[in-house]
């Protein structure tokens, strides 16, 4: 198939490449360095010989801190070129993690205004660079390839999956990996849906709870899936399936605060391991389904035979 242009494809499908791809995904992994005792002459023949306009300086494979063009332009002026980097490069960094989500770094370039952004992995090693231009030639090259393999996930989505039962609602909502901004919606959605329907109180509370975990779920921990609500005349049904990666222990996962949240993930207010176990808490039936490396699915039920007040003696509130 030839290479669609960067300008024929749709801006929502450009907006869901973004969200897809990571850091790691986009940055340049062949790093030109520096040490500290390395002189700025030595940094600016690098940057010539290699066309950069940026070394980072590391020791010990730690980053230390970054020469840019701007700093061996004013070490030509003042006279000091011939001194090591380390008592003129900046020090204090700005970086990203190489699982962070390629908006991120986007978002990095437009707020602050600099050439490039050195990428640390989980130990804080420095494991690569991201600059624009890396940005965009990736953009270029895995367009094509991601927008047939969202594509093919549609179609199987719409032709394979099994018919409502008869009377039923049904919706779906798709969510992406590390949306933040639009995390919630879902939930949102399916809360006004069930109270429009005349829905009791608090079955919506009750399904409320359990579609906002299981969408954050998603958000945080997968690589993008769906949450499926199903409505019949007796109870409510919520799935939320993703393509991975999967857990390893379901057992340990259900278990209050247990999270694998990365720390950048937690620092935003989300990743404190009481998703699983509130939809659990909350849900009359309650499954799991998870293959690492291929994605989990968890389906919840609530029935409005019986009465509210049996769940809760079953399964009170937690705090």
Not at 271 to 277: E, R, S, T, V
């Amino acid at each position: 198939m030839d290479q669609a242009p960067l300008s024929d494809i749709p801006s929502p499908r450009l907006l869901e490449l973004i969200y897809t791809l990571k850091v790691r995904d986009v940055m340049t992994r062949e790093l030109i360095t520096a040490t500290p005792d390395e002189s700025l002459r030595s940094i600016q023949h690098k940057m010539k010989e290699n066309r950069i306009t940026g070394v980072p300086v590391v020791q010990k494979n730690r980053l230390v801190g970054i020469v840019s063009i701007d700093d061996i332009i004013t070490a030509l002026d003042k006279g000091y070129i011939d001194e090591p980097a380390g008592s003129y490069m900046t020090r204090n960094v700005v970086v990203l993690e190489e699982d962070m989500p390629l908006r991120f770094a986007i978002s990095y370039l437009d707020k602050y205004h600099y050439g490039r952004f050195p990428v640390l992995d989980k130990k804080g090693s420095l494991v690569g660079i991201v600059t624009s231009r890396d940005i965009i030639t990736s953009l270029l090259l895995q367009a094509n390839r991601a927008l047939e393999q969202m594509e093919a996930t549609l179609y199987k989505r719409s032709y394979e999956g099994q018919p409502p039962e008869a009377g039923s609602y049904t919706r779906e909502f798709y969510i992406r990996q590390y949306d933040f901004e639009h995390a919630g919606t879902a939930s949102t959605q399916i809360k006004r849906i069930l109270t429009e329907r005349g829905f009791p109180p608090k079955v919506v509370r009750r399904a409320s709870i359990a579609a906002y975990e299981l969408e954050m779920n998603i958000v945080v921990h997968s690589v993008g899936g769906v949450l499926r609500l199903v409505l019949t005349p007796q109870r409510v049904e919520i799935t939320a399936e993703d393509s991975g990666p999967g857990i390893e222990d379901i057992a340990l996962a259900l278990q209050e605060g247990y999270s694998t949240a990365a720390d950048w993930i937690r620092s935003l207010g989300f990743g404190a391991g009481m998703g699983l176990p509130n939809t659990k808490r909350v849900a009359d039936e309650f499954s799991i389904h998870s293959t690492p490396g291929k994605g989990t699915t968890v389906k919840i039920a609530i029935s409005f035979q019986g009465g509210e007040d049996a769940h809760y003696k079953k399964n009170p509130p937690s705090g």
